[in-house]
Protein backbone atom coordinates (compact mmCIF):
# COMPACT_ATOMS: atom_id res chain seq x y z
CA UNK A 1 0.00 0.00 0.00
CA UNK A 2 2.06 2.94 -1.34
CA UNK A 3 -0.22 5.73 -0.93
CA UNK A 4 0.91 8.99 -0.29
CA UNK A 5 -1.85 10.27 0.24
CA UNK A 6 -1.34 12.93 -2.37
CA UNK A 7 -4.96 13.30 -2.83
CA UNK A 8 -4.69 12.86 -6.84
CA UNK A 9 -7.14 10.47 -7.52
CA UNK A 10 -10.18 12.42 -5.71
CA UNK A 11 -11.39 13.98 -8.37
CA UNK A 12 -11.86 10.56 -10.33
CA UNK A 13 -13.94 8.99 -7.30
CA UNK A 14 -17.58 9.20 -8.27
CA UNK A 15 -18.63 8.31 -4.41
CA UNK A 16 -15.62 11.06 -3.41
CA UNK A 17 -17.65 13.72 -5.62
CA UNK A 18 -21.44 12.55 -4.92
CA UNK A 19 -20.67 12.81 -0.92
CA UNK A 20 -19.48 16.58 -1.18
CA UNK A 21 -15.63 15.04 -0.43
CA UNK A 22 -16.31 12.47 2.68
CA UNK A 23 -12.57 11.41 2.91
CA UNK A 24 -13.83 8.01 4.44
CA UNK A 25 -15.42 7.76 1.04
CA UNK A 26 -12.37 8.44 -1.35
CA UNK A 27 -9.75 6.06 -2.27
CA UNK A 28 -7.32 7.55 -0.19
CA UNK A 29 -9.86 7.11 2.78
CA UNK A 30 -10.36 3.39 1.75
CA UNK A 31 -7.06 2.77 1.38
CA UNK A 32 -6.34 4.13 5.46
CA UNK A 33 -9.12 1.79 6.37
CA UNK A 34 -7.32 -1.15 4.66
CA UNK A 35 -4.27 -0.33 5.98
CA UNK A 36 -5.57 0.06 9.50
CA UNK A 37 -7.16 -3.72 9.05
CA UNK A 38 -3.63 -5.22 7.93
CA UNK A 39 -1.88 -3.60 10.98
CA UNK A 40 -4.27 -4.72 13.26
CA UNK A 41 -5.53 -1.19 14.71
CA UNK A 42 -9.18 -1.79 13.67
CA UNK A 43 -11.49 -4.89 12.99
CA UNK A 44 -12.78 -5.46 9.59
CA UNK A 45 -15.95 -4.43 11.06
CA UNK A 46 -19.18 -3.71 9.69
CA UNK A 47 -17.95 0.63 9.03
CA UNK A 48 -15.40 -0.98 7.20
CA UNK A 49 -17.60 -3.25 5.36
CA UNK A 50 -19.75 -0.57 4.48
CA UNK A 51 -17.03 1.42 2.85
CA UNK A 52 -15.45 -0.91 0.33
CA UNK A 53 -19.54 -1.92 -0.33
CA UNK A 54 -19.72 1.25 -1.30
CA UNK A 55 -16.48 1.63 -3.61
CA UNK A 56 -17.78 0.86 -6.73
CA UNK A 57 -14.63 -0.89 -8.20
CA UNK A 58 -14.52 1.64 -11.37
CA UNK A 59 -10.63 2.41 -10.25
CA UNK A 60 -10.21 5.69 -12.00
CA UNK A 61 -7.97 6.36 -8.84
CA UNK A 62 -5.76 4.15 -11.06
CA UNK A 63 -4.50 6.18 -13.87
CA UNK A 64 -4.60 9.30 -11.86
CA UNK A 65 -2.55 7.95 -9.10
CA UNK A 66 1.24 9.13 -9.26
CA UNK A 67 2.51 6.39 -7.24
CA UNK A 68 0.86 3.37 -9.30
CA UNK A 69 -1.12 1.59 -6.18
CA UNK A 70 -2.82 -0.83 -7.52
CA UNK A 71 -6.34 -0.04 -5.88
CA UNK A 72 -8.53 -2.53 -7.44
CA UNK A 73 -6.23 -5.51 -6.22
CA UNK A 74 -5.78 -4.08 -2.56
CA UNK A 75 -9.92 -4.01 -2.38
CA UNK A 76 -10.43 -7.18 -3.53
CA UNK A 77 -7.84 -8.92 -0.69
CA UNK A 78 -9.47 -7.12 1.48
CA UNK A 79 -12.72 -7.67 0.54
CA UNK A 80 -12.12 -11.18 0.57
CA UNK A 81 -10.66 -10.52 4.22
CA UNK A 82 -14.02 -9.16 5.20
CA UNK A 83 -15.66 -12.56 3.60
CA UNK A 84 -13.57 -14.49 5.84
CA UNK A 85 -14.95 -13.10 8.88
CA UNK A 86 -18.39 -12.07 7.58
CA UNK A 87 -21.10 -13.74 9.90
CA UNK A 88 -24.34 -13.68 7.38
CA UNK A 89 -27.94 -14.66 8.47
CA UNK A 90 -29.53 -17.55 6.82
CA UNK A 91 -31.07 -16.15 4.10
CA UNK A 92 -28.16 -14.57 3.04
CA UNK A 93 -26.05 -17.43 2.83
CA UNK A 94 -27.84 -19.43 1.39
CA UNK A 95 -28.64 -16.30 -1.54
CA UNK A 96 -24.74 -16.20 -1.80
CA UNK A 97 -24.21 -20.34 -1.98
CA UNK A 98 -26.68 -20.09 -5.07
CA UNK A 99 -25.32 -17.37 -6.87
CA UNK A 100 -21.55 -18.12 -6.42
CA UNK A 101 -21.08 -21.92 -5.82
CA UNK A 102 -24.03 -23.05 -7.75
CA UNK A 103 -25.48 -20.97 -10.15
CA UNK A 104 -22.30 -19.28 -11.88
CA UNK A 105 -19.94 -22.17 -11.99
CA UNK A 106 -21.68 -23.84 -14.34
CA UNK A 107 -22.70 -22.32 -17.69
CA UNK A 108 -25.60 -25.26 -17.91
CA UNK A 109 -27.21 -24.18 -15.23
CA UNK A 110 -27.48 -20.29 -16.10
CA UNK A 111 -28.90 -21.88 -19.62
CA UNK A 112 -31.26 -23.41 -17.25
CA UNK A 113 -32.14 -20.42 -15.32
CA UNK A 114 -32.17 -18.59 -19.08
CA UNK A 115 -34.82 -21.14 -20.55
CA UNK A 116 -36.94 -20.34 -16.86
CA UNK A 117 -36.85 -16.72 -17.99
CA UNK A 118 -38.49 -16.86 -21.63
CA UNK A 119 -40.63 -19.56 -20.43
CA UNK A 120 -41.90 -16.50 -17.66
CA UNK A 121 -42.04 -14.00 -20.73
CA UNK A 122 -44.12 -16.02 -23.27
CA UNK A 123 -46.79 -17.03 -20.55
CA UNK A 124 -49.07 -14.64 -18.96
CA UNK A 125 -46.88 -14.77 -15.19
CA UNK A 126 -45.11 -11.21 -16.52
CA UNK A 127 -47.72 -9.44 -17.10
CA UNK A 128 -49.41 -10.41 -14.03
CA UNK A 129 -46.54 -9.91 -12.24
CA UNK A 130 -46.04 -6.50 -13.57
CA UNK A 131 -49.66 -5.53 -12.93
CA UNK A 132 -49.75 -6.51 -9.63
CA UNK A 133 -46.61 -4.02 -8.54
CA UNK A 134 -45.10 -7.21 -6.76
CA UNK A 135 -41.48 -5.66 -8.24
CA UNK A 136 -42.10 -2.74 -6.21
CA UNK A 137 -41.46 -4.99 -2.89
CA UNK A 138 -38.45 -5.89 -4.32
CA UNK A 139 -35.43 -3.32 -2.98
CA UNK A 140 -33.05 -1.29 -4.97
CA UNK A 141 -34.43 -0.36 -8.40
CA UNK A 142 -35.43 -3.93 -9.31
CA UNK A 143 -39.03 -2.88 -10.88
CA UNK A 144 -36.70 -0.80 -12.93
CA UNK A 145 -34.17 -2.79 -14.05
CA UNK A 146 -37.39 -5.75 -14.77
CA UNK A 147 -38.63 -3.12 -17.42
CA UNK A 148 -35.31 -2.25 -19.32
CA UNK A 149 -34.04 -6.25 -19.18
CA UNK A 150 -33.92 -7.33 -23.39
CA UNK A 151 -36.58 -9.92 -24.23
CA UNK A 152 -35.13 -13.15 -23.92
CA UNK A 153 -33.90 -15.09 -26.94
CA UNK A 154 -35.33 -18.53 -27.75
CA UNK A 155 -33.46 -20.99 -25.70
CA UNK A 156 -31.73 -23.18 -28.58
CA UNK A 157 -30.60 -19.28 -29.93
CA UNK A 158 -28.98 -18.34 -26.78
CA UNK A 159 -27.43 -22.29 -25.91
CA UNK A 160 -23.36 -21.78 -27.16
CA UNK A 161 -22.17 -21.67 -30.58
CA UNK A 162 -20.27 -24.48 -32.27
CA UNK A 163 -16.72 -25.53 -31.13
CA UNK A 164 -15.96 -23.86 -34.85
CA UNK A 165 -17.91 -20.80 -35.28
CA UNK A 166 -16.56 -18.84 -38.50
CA UNK A 167 -13.69 -20.58 -40.93
CA UNK A 168 -11.86 -18.49 -43.23
CA UNK A 169 -9.78 -19.98 -46.64
CA UNK A 170 -6.51 -17.46 -45.46
CA UNK A 171 -7.93 -15.81 -41.93
CA UNK A 172 -5.87 -12.62 -41.10
CA UNK A 173 -6.05 -13.91 -37.02
CA UNK A 174 -7.29 -16.90 -35.25
CA UNK A 175 -9.14 -15.73 -33.01
CA UNK A 176 -10.66 -17.47 -29.64
CA UNK A 177 -14.19 -15.59 -28.75
CA UNK A 178 -15.09 -15.41 -25.18
CA UNK A 179 -18.72 -15.51 -25.31
CA UNK A 180 -19.47 -14.84 -21.59
CA UNK A 181 -22.17 -16.02 -19.47
CA UNK A 182 -24.57 -13.19 -19.32
CA UNK A 183 -23.55 -12.07 -22.71
CA UNK A 184 -24.78 -15.21 -23.93
CA UNK A 185 -27.82 -15.42 -22.49
CA UNK A 186 -29.09 -12.34 -22.03
CA UNK A 187 -27.66 -10.39 -24.72
CA UNK A 188 -27.59 -13.30 -27.33
CA UNK A 189 -27.95 -10.75 -30.76
CA UNK A 190 -25.08 -8.99 -29.53
CA UNK A 191 -22.79 -12.21 -29.19
CA UNK A 192 -24.21 -13.03 -32.54
CA UNK A 193 -23.41 -9.62 -33.94
CA UNK A 194 -19.93 -10.45 -32.61
CA UNK A 195 -19.59 -13.26 -34.71
CA UNK A 196 -20.75 -11.75 -37.61
CA UNK A 197 -18.06 -8.58 -37.57
CA UNK A 198 -15.33 -10.70 -36.81
CA UNK A 199 -16.39 -13.03 -40.13
CA UNK A 200 -16.26 -10.41 -41.78
CA UNK A 201 -12.59 -8.45 -40.67
CA UNK A 202 -11.16 -11.88 -42.14
CA UNK A 203 -11.16 -13.90 -38.63
CA UNK A 204 -11.34 -17.84 -38.46
CA UNK A 205 -12.65 -18.14 -35.01
CA UNK A 206 -13.14 -20.86 -32.21
CA UNK A 207 -15.38 -20.73 -29.58
CA UNK A 208 -14.11 -23.35 -26.78
CA UNK A 209 -17.60 -25.31 -25.85
CA UNK A 210 -15.87 -25.67 -22.38
CA UNK A 211 -15.56 -21.91 -21.68
CA UNK A 212 -16.89 -20.77 -18.05
CA UNK A 213 -17.93 -17.77 -16.56
CA UNK A 214 -14.67 -15.70 -16.28
CA UNK A 215 -15.24 -14.89 -12.31
CA UNK A 216 -15.14 -11.07 -12.35
CA UNK A 217 -18.50 -11.36 -9.91
CA UNK A 218 -16.52 -13.72 -6.81
CA UNK A 219 -13.59 -11.44 -7.14
CA UNK A 220 -15.40 -8.74 -6.50
CA UNK A 221 -17.34 -10.09 -3.93
CA UNK A 222 -14.57 -11.66 -2.09
CA UNK A 223 -15.27 -15.10 -3.25
CA UNK A 224 -11.82 -15.56 -4.07
CA UNK A 225 -11.79 -19.85 -4.23
CA UNK A 226 -14.79 -19.78 -6.92
CA UNK A 227 -12.57 -17.14 -8.88
CA UNK A 228 -9.85 -19.15 -9.08
CA UNK A 229 -11.55 -22.46 -10.15
CA UNK A 230 -13.54 -20.68 -12.87
CA UNK A 231 -9.97 -19.06 -14.18
CA UNK A 232 -8.39 -22.45 -14.32
CA UNK A 233 -11.31 -23.40 -16.40
CA UNK A 234 -11.31 -21.12 -18.67
CA UNK A 235 -7.43 -20.83 -18.87
CA UNK A 236 -7.25 -24.38 -19.86
CA UNK A 237 -10.86 -24.03 -22.47
CA UNK A 238 -8.49 -21.18 -24.80
CA UNK A 239 -5.12 -22.97 -24.97
CA UNK A 240 -6.50 -25.97 -26.86
CA UNK A 241 -7.66 -23.10 -29.28
CA UNK A 242 -3.87 -22.14 -29.90
CA UNK A 243 -5.97 -18.63 -31.38
CA UNK A 244 -3.65 -15.61 -31.70
CA UNK A 245 -6.25 -13.17 -29.76
CA UNK A 246 -9.10 -14.13 -27.52
CA UNK A 247 -11.77 -11.29 -27.75
CA UNK A 248 -14.73 -9.98 -25.24
CA UNK A 249 -17.36 -7.60 -25.91
CA UNK A 250 -17.75 -7.13 -22.38
CA UNK A 251 -15.64 -4.62 -20.43
CA UNK A 252 -16.33 -6.09 -17.22
CA UNK A 253 -15.57 -10.10 -18.69
CA UNK A 254 -12.55 -8.59 -20.17
CA UNK A 255 -10.90 -6.80 -17.29
CA UNK A 256 -11.51 -10.26 -14.87
CA UNK A 257 -9.50 -12.29 -17.95
CA UNK A 258 -6.95 -9.71 -17.85
CA UNK A 259 -6.45 -10.17 -13.84
CA UNK A 260 -6.06 -14.06 -13.75
CA UNK A 261 -2.43 -13.51 -13.21
CA UNK A 262 -3.09 -11.41 -10.20
CA UNK A 263 -5.66 -13.99 -9.17
CA UNK A 264 -3.11 -16.94 -9.43
CA UNK A 265 -0.13 -15.77 -8.26
CA UNK A 266 0.56 -18.26 -5.47
CA UNK A 267 0.54 -20.88 -7.31
CA UNK A 268 3.35 -21.22 -9.42
CA UNK A 269 2.04 -24.25 -11.76
CA UNK A 270 -0.87 -21.95 -12.87
CA UNK A 271 0.75 -17.92 -12.36
CA UNK A 272 2.78 -18.18 -15.98
CA UNK A 273 -0.07 -19.98 -17.78
CA UNK A 274 -2.55 -17.14 -16.58
CA UNK A 275 -0.03 -14.30 -18.36
CA UNK A 276 -0.11 -16.26 -22.02
CA UNK A 277 -3.69 -16.29 -21.41
CA UNK A 278 -4.10 -12.64 -20.38
CA UNK A 279 -1.66 -11.23 -23.00
CA UNK A 280 -4.08 -12.52 -25.41
CA UNK A 281 -6.85 -11.00 -24.18
CA UNK A 282 -9.11 -8.11 -25.86
CA UNK A 283 -11.35 -6.20 -26.45
CA UNK A 284 -13.76 -6.43 -30.13
CA UNK A 285 -13.17 -2.45 -30.39
CA UNK A 286 -9.42 -3.31 -30.14
CA UNK A 287 -9.33 -5.71 -32.73
CA UNK A 288 -11.45 -3.94 -34.92
CA UNK A 289 -8.82 -1.06 -34.79
CA UNK A 290 -6.29 -3.24 -36.24
CA UNK A 291 -8.34 -4.90 -38.77
CA UNK A 292 -9.72 -3.53 -41.84
CA UNK A 293 -13.89 -3.75 -41.64
CA UNK A 294 -15.80 -2.86 -45.35
CA UNK A 295 -17.43 0.34 -45.46
CA UNK A 296 -20.32 1.09 -42.72
CA UNK A 297 -23.26 3.82 -43.04
CA UNK A 298 -25.94 5.09 -40.90
CA UNK A 299 -28.90 8.00 -41.33
CA UNK A 300 -27.55 10.78 -40.01
CA UNK A 301 -27.25 10.41 -36.09
CA UNK A 302 -25.55 11.84 -33.28
CA UNK A 303 -23.69 9.38 -31.10
CA UNK A 304 -22.19 10.21 -28.00
CA UNK A 305 -20.25 7.01 -25.99
CA UNK A 306 -20.51 5.71 -22.22
CA UNK A 307 -16.86 3.62 -21.95
CA UNK A 308 -17.05 0.62 -19.56
CA UNK A 309 -14.40 1.44 -16.72
CA UNK A 310 -13.09 -2.07 -16.76
CA UNK A 311 -12.19 -1.83 -20.82
CA UNK A 312 -10.43 1.60 -19.94
CA UNK A 313 -9.44 1.26 -16.32
CA UNK A 314 -8.09 -2.02 -16.21
CA UNK A 315 -7.87 -3.33 -19.99
CA UNK A 316 -6.15 0.04 -21.06
CA UNK A 317 -7.56 -0.12 -24.26
CA UNK A 318 -9.14 3.62 -25.01
CA UNK A 319 -10.14 5.16 -27.92
CA UNK A 320 -11.08 1.96 -30.37
CA UNK A 321 -15.01 2.82 -29.81
CA UNK A 322 -14.37 6.57 -30.67
CA UNK A 323 -12.39 5.25 -33.69
CA UNK A 324 -14.86 2.95 -34.66
CA UNK A 325 -17.85 5.14 -34.58
CA UNK A 326 -15.78 8.20 -36.27
CA UNK A 327 -15.77 5.00 -39.51
CA UNK A 328 -19.29 4.72 -39.98
CA UNK A 329 -21.27 7.40 -42.25
CA UNK A 330 -23.60 9.36 -41.44
CA UNK A 331 -22.62 9.32 -37.51
CA UNK A 332 -21.45 12.51 -35.75
CA UNK A 333 -19.69 11.69 -32.65
CA UNK A 334 -20.03 14.09 -29.68
CA UNK A 335 -17.76 13.17 -26.74
CA UNK A 336 -19.99 12.90 -23.16
CA UNK A 337 -19.01 15.63 -20.50
CA UNK A 338 -16.79 13.18 -17.81
CA UNK A 339 -17.31 10.42 -19.76
CA UNK A 340 -14.66 8.78 -17.86
CA UNK A 341 -16.88 8.86 -14.90
CA UNK A 342 -18.23 5.52 -14.10
CA UNK A 343 -21.85 5.55 -15.11
CA UNK A 344 -23.11 3.64 -11.48
CA UNK A 345 -23.58 0.31 -13.23
CA UNK A 346 -20.73 -1.56 -11.62
CA UNK A 347 -21.43 -4.85 -11.90
CA UNK A 348 -24.68 -5.20 -9.36
CA UNK A 349 -23.60 -2.39 -7.70
CA UNK A 350 -26.76 -0.83 -9.44
CA UNK A 351 -28.83 -3.08 -7.21
CA UNK A 352 -26.52 -3.45 -3.99
CA UNK A 353 -26.08 0.46 -3.63
CA UNK A 354 -29.35 1.61 -5.83
CA UNK A 355 -29.22 5.09 -4.30
CA UNK A 356 -25.33 6.05 -4.91
CA UNK A 357 -25.84 4.49 -8.38
CA UNK A 358 -28.92 6.72 -9.03
CA UNK A 359 -26.91 9.73 -8.31
CA UNK A 360 -24.44 8.81 -10.41
CA UNK A 361 -26.70 8.15 -13.21
CA UNK A 362 -28.38 11.32 -12.99
CA UNK A 363 -25.35 12.73 -13.22
CA UNK A 364 -24.97 11.08 -16.67
CA UNK A 365 -28.18 11.51 -18.18
CA UNK A 366 -27.63 15.31 -17.43
CA UNK A 367 -24.66 14.87 -19.84
CA UNK A 368 -26.47 13.12 -22.39
CA UNK A 369 -28.65 15.89 -22.48
CA UNK A 370 -26.39 18.38 -23.01
CA UNK A 371 -24.82 17.01 -25.86
CA UNK A 372 -27.96 16.08 -27.22
CA UNK A 373 -27.16 12.76 -28.28
CA UNK A 374 -29.98 10.28 -29.36
CA UNK A 375 -27.63 7.57 -29.06
CA UNK A 376 -25.96 6.36 -26.35
CA UNK A 377 -23.14 4.01 -27.19
CA UNK A 378 -21.55 1.61 -24.56
CA UNK A 379 -18.88 -1.49 -24.96
CA UNK A 380 -20.47 -3.75 -21.61
CA UNK A 381 -23.72 -5.12 -20.89
CA UNK A 382 -24.04 -3.73 -17.49
CA UNK A 383 -23.42 -0.34 -18.74
CA UNK A 384 -25.98 -0.67 -21.25
CA UNK A 385 -28.50 -1.95 -18.96
CA UNK A 386 -27.52 1.41 -16.43
CA UNK A 387 -27.92 3.75 -19.59
CA UNK A 388 -31.01 2.13 -20.92
CA UNK A 389 -32.60 2.60 -16.94
CA UNK A 390 -31.84 6.47 -16.84
CA UNK A 391 -33.34 6.63 -20.62
CA UNK A 392 -36.35 5.24 -18.72
CA UNK A 393 -36.24 7.39 -15.42
CA UNK A 394 -36.20 10.79 -17.37
CA UNK A 395 -38.73 9.89 -20.14
CA UNK A 396 -36.58 9.87 -23.01
CA UNK A 397 -37.28 6.27 -25.01
CA UNK A 398 -38.99 8.01 -27.65
CA UNK A 399 -36.08 10.10 -28.40
CA UNK A 400 -32.82 8.47 -26.89
CA UNK A 401 -31.73 5.05 -27.52
CA UNK A 402 -28.37 3.07 -26.15
CA UNK A 403 -26.66 0.45 -28.25
CA UNK A 404 -23.76 -1.81 -27.48
CA UNK A 405 -20.97 -0.79 -30.35
CA UNK A 406 -21.29 -3.96 -31.85
CA UNK A 407 -24.97 -3.99 -32.48
CA UNK A 408 -24.59 -0.46 -33.85
CA UNK A 409 -21.49 -1.67 -36.16
CA UNK A 410 -22.80 -4.60 -37.53
CA UNK A 411 -25.77 -2.77 -37.99
CA UNK A 412 -24.10 0.10 -40.20
CA UNK A 413 -22.36 -2.60 -42.06
CA UNK A 414 -25.38 -4.63 -42.83
CA UNK A 415 -27.02 -1.20 -44.00
CA UNK A 416 -23.90 -0.57 -46.57
CA UNK A 417 -24.01 -3.80 -48.12
CA UNK A 418 -27.66 -3.89 -48.76
CA UNK A 419 -27.27 0.02 -49.88
CA UNK A 420 -30.38 0.86 -47.55
CA UNK A 421 -30.52 3.30 -44.61
CA UNK A 422 -33.37 3.13 -42.42
Not at 187 to 213: A, I, M, R
Not at 373 to 397: D, F, H, W, Y
Amino acid sequence: MNCTRCGFCLPSCPTYIKTGGNEASSPRGRIALMKAVADGKKEPDEEVEAQLNECLGCRACEPACPSGVNYGHILEQARAVIQEHKRYSVPVRVLRKTVFQWLFLDRRRMETVHRMRWMYEKTPVQKLMQKSGAFRLLPGEAALMERIMPEAAPPKQALRPPVLAVRQQQPLKKVAFFDGCLMSTMFTETNQNTLYLLEKSGCEVVVPDTQQCCGALHAHAGEADGAKKLAKTNIEAFEQTEADFIVTNAGGCGAGLKEYPFLLKEEPEWCERAKVFSEKVGDISTLLAELELPPMKLDAELVTYQPSCHLENVMKEKGNVEALLRRIEGVTYAAMPDKEQCCGSAGIYNLVQPRMAMKILDKKMADVRHVQASVIVTSNPGCLLQMKAGIEREGLADSVKAVHIVDLAAEALKQAESGVTT
